[in-house]
C-alpha cells in the first residue's frame, strides 16, 4: 500500500500501518484509522437500535439486562457463563425475568464486572432528559456501591 | 509517582509492538517487523467456538509464541509468571515496579479503560507493559494508544483475572536477560531463516484442515451461511464489517500483517544479502493490496446493508482467491529456505 493512499485525517483514533513510501521502500505509518472515520456512524446507530429494541422489551418485562447487555455487547451464553463463572444453562435461566430474579447479589454482582457497569446499572437504566447533563458512576471502596453523578458538560 | 524510563511507541500489533519495545529497552535493537518474521507469526486460523456469534479468523500465530520464538531464536531469555491470587499478582508486578522493570502483562482489553467505547471488546490476550504508578493508577504502554495512559489498580485486577477462552491468569514476563554483546550477525540471520521457513511451512504443509491456506478455503465456504446464524441484518452487517476490523485495524500493521511481513523480507533481504526476498517482499506487499481491497469492501456492502446472497458468495470468492495467492507465494518462499 503506498503511503499517500493508506492516509487518513482522523487525530481522534490512530493507527499503525505499514506502507510503501515514495523511495521504495517499506516502513511504519502512524495515521487515522479508516473504518472508525468513514463508518462509526453506522456503529453507534447499529448500538441504538439494540438498546431500542430491549428497552421496550425490558420495560414490558420480556427479557432481564442479561440479554440487553449480551446484545450489546455481541457476546454469547457460554462466554458469559465462563466470564462470571456460572453454568451456561443458568445464564440461559438469567435471561428471563423471572430467572434473573433468583440470582444471587453476588452474581449479579459478577455479571457487572463482566458488562463492565455498576451493580445498580443491572437494575435501572439512566436516562438524562436534557442534552447536555453528563452522566456517570463513580466506584466506591465498596463493590456494590456506586455513585451515579450527574451535571452539565462543560462547553 | 514513580514511572520508569520506558519509551513508549505506537505499534501495529500489541505482541510484537511491546517485543520490540522491551527489547529495545534492554539494548537490543530489532525492529517490529523483525519480530513478526523472526517468531514466524504469519498464520492464518479458522476459528469456530460456542463462545462467538460468528466465525472468526486469525492472522497470527498463538498468542505467546511470539515471544516463544524470539526468545529461542535470538537467545533472549523472559521471566514468565502465572498467578491464581490478584493480591500475589499485584505484589509480584509492583515489587518488579519498584526494582525498574518493565514489565508486560496480559490482560482483557475490555477493562483497559483510556481506549474508546467502541474498541472495548472481551479478547483476552491482549498485552500491555506496566511502566509505573500514580495514586491508584497504573502507568502503561499500550502500543495501540499514542501515548503512556492510566488504569485503575481495580481494572487492571479485572483485565489480569478475565476468564473464559485465553484467559490471562494473572500472566506477566519481562526480559530476564540479553546475549553478552548483543545478538550476533550469524543468529540474527539464522533466526530469519527460521522464522520464513516456519511461517511458510504453516501456511501451505500443516495438514490441519481450519489452519493456513486451507484455513482460508474453509472461512471463505463459511461465509454464505452468516445470513442463517444472524439474528437481523444488523448483526450480519455487524460480523461482515468485522473482517474489516481484523484485517486492518485490530493490530495488524494493515493488510493482515502482510504489509508489516513485506517489510520484514525487505529488512531480511538486506540482512541476507539475497535480492529474492527483496521480490517476495514486492509480492506480498501486492498480496496485502487485495487483502485490503476486501476489507474495503465488507466495510462498505456492510454499511449499505448490501448482504443478500450473491454478496456472500463475491466475498466468499475474493477469500478463496487470496488463498490461491498466498499457496503459490509460500510454497515459493518455502523452496528460498529449505
Redesign the interface.
Known amino acids: 500500500?503506498k503511503e499517500n493512499d493508506?492516509r487518513v485525517d482522523f487525530e481522534?483514533?490512530?493507527?499503525?500501518?505499514?506502507?510503501?513510501k515514495e523511495d521504495g521502500?517499506?516502513?511504519?505509518l502512524?495515521t487515522g484509522?479508516?473504518?472508525?472515520k468513514?463508518?462509526?456512524d453506522?456503529?453507534?446507530q447499529?448500538r441504538h437500535?439494540?438498546e431500542t429494541e430491549c428497552i421496550d422489551k425490558l420495560g414490558k418485562g420480556e427479557i432481564s439486562p442479561v440479554v440487553y447487555f449480551m446484545l450489546l455487547?455481541?457476546?454469547?451464553a457460554?462466554?458469559i457463563a465462563?466470564?462470571v463463572?456460572i453454568s451456561k444453562s443458568k445464564v440461559i435461566k438469567h435471561q428471563s425475568p423471572e430467572g434473573f430474579a433468583k440470582a444471587s447479589v453476588d452474581t449479579v454482582k459478577r455479571y457487572a464486572?463482566?458488562f463492565?457497569v455498576a451493580v445498580a446499572d443491572m437494575f435501572q437504566l439512566v436516562v438524562p432528559k436534557e442534552k447536555d447533563l453528563a452522566v456517570a458512576n463513580r466506584?466506591t471502596a465498596n463493590p456494590y456501591l456506586s455513585i451515579l453523578e450527574i451535571g452539565r458538560e462543560k462547553t | 509517582m514513580s514511572q520508569i524510563q520506558f519509551q513508549h511507541k505506537?505499534?501495529?500489533h500489541c505482541e510484537s509492538?511491546i517485543l520490540s519495545a522491551l527489547l529495545s529497552h534492554n539494548g537490543v535493537a530489532l525492529s517490529?517487523?523483525m519480530v513478526l518474521g523472526i517468531s514466524g507469526a504469519i498464520f492464518f486460523v479458522f476459528i469456530k467456538?460456542?463462545?462467538?456469534?460468528f466465525p472468526v479468523f486469525d492472522m497470527r500465530n498463538r498468542p505467546g509464541d511470539m515471544r516463544k520464538n524470539i526468545g529461542k531464536r535470538l537467545g533472549i531469555k523472559f521471566a514468565t509468571q502465572k498467578f491464581s491470587d490478584p493480591d500475589r499478582a499485584r505484589a509480584s508486578l509492583e515489587a518488579l515496579l519498584d526494582k525498574g522493570i518493565p514489565t508486560t502483562v496480559q490482560v482483557d482489553m475490555?477493562?483497559m479503560e483510556y481506549i474508546?467505547s467502541?474498541m472495548?471488546?472481551?479478547f483476552n490476550a491482549h498485552f500491555i507493559v506496566v511502566v509505573g504508578r500514580e495514586g491508584g493508577n497504573y502507568l502503561v504502554s499500550d502500543?495501540?494508544y499514542?501515548s503512556i495512559s492510566k488504569l485503575?489498580r481495580?481494572s487492571l485486577d479485572?483485565a489480569r483475572f478475565?476468564?473464559?477462552?485465553f484467559a490471562p491468569k494473572g500472566f506477566q514476563f519481562y526480559v530476564a536477560s540479553t546475549p553478552a554483546g548483543g545478538v550476533k550477525e550469524d543468529v540474527l540471520k539464522k533466526a530469519v531463516m527460521q522464522g520464513i521457513k516456519q511461517s511458510a511451512f504453516n501456511m501451505v504443509k500443516l495438514p490441519v484442515p481450519f489452519i493456513g491456506v486451507k484455513g482460508m478455503r474453509r472461512f471463505a465456504d463459511n461465509i454464505p451461511a452468516w445470513p442463517k446464524i444472524a439474528r437481523n441484518m444488523?448483526?450480519l452487517?455487524?460480523a461482515i464489517?468485522s473482517i474489516?476490523?481484523t484485517l486492518?485495524?485490530r493490530g495488524t500493521?494493515?493488510?493482515g500483517f502482510r504489509?508489516?511481513y513485506?517489510?520484514f523480507l525487505?529488512e531480511a533481504a538486506k540482512l541476507l544479502d539475497k535480492t529474492e526476498f527483496s521480490d517476495m517482499?514486492k509480492k506480498i506487499?501486492a498480496i496485502?493490496?487485495r487483502w485490503?481491497e476486501l476489507s474495503?469492501f465488507v466495510?462498505r456492502v456492510?454499511?449499505n446493508r448490501d448482504l443478500g446472497d450473491n454478496r456472500m458468495q463475491e466475498i466468499r470468492q475474493m477469500i478463496r482467491a487470496r488463498a490461491d495467492e498466498e499457496e503459490a507465494f509460500f510454497k515459493t518462499l518455502l523452496t528460498m529456505v529449505k
Open positions: 500500500m493508506a481522534q483514533h490512530q493507527v499503525l500501518l505499514y506502507v510503501e521502500s517499506y516502513g511504519p502512524q484509522a479508516y473504518l472508525v468513514h463508518y462509526a453506522d456503529f453507534f447499529k437500535n439494540i455487547y455481541n457476546m454469547t457460554a462466554d465462563a466470564r463463572g464486572d463482566v463492565g466506584k | 505506537m505499534g501495529a509492538g517490529e517487523p467456538t460456542p463462545h462467538m456469534v475490555f477493562y474508546p467502541y472495548r471488546v472481551h502500543c495501540y499514542p485503575s481495580d479485572k478475565a476468564k473464559s477462552d444488523d448483526a452487517s455487524h464489517m474489516h476490523i486492518e485495524e500493521g494493515g493488510g504489509f508489516m513485506a517489510s525487505q517482499s506487499m496485502g493490496d485490503r474495503l466495510a456492510g454499511k
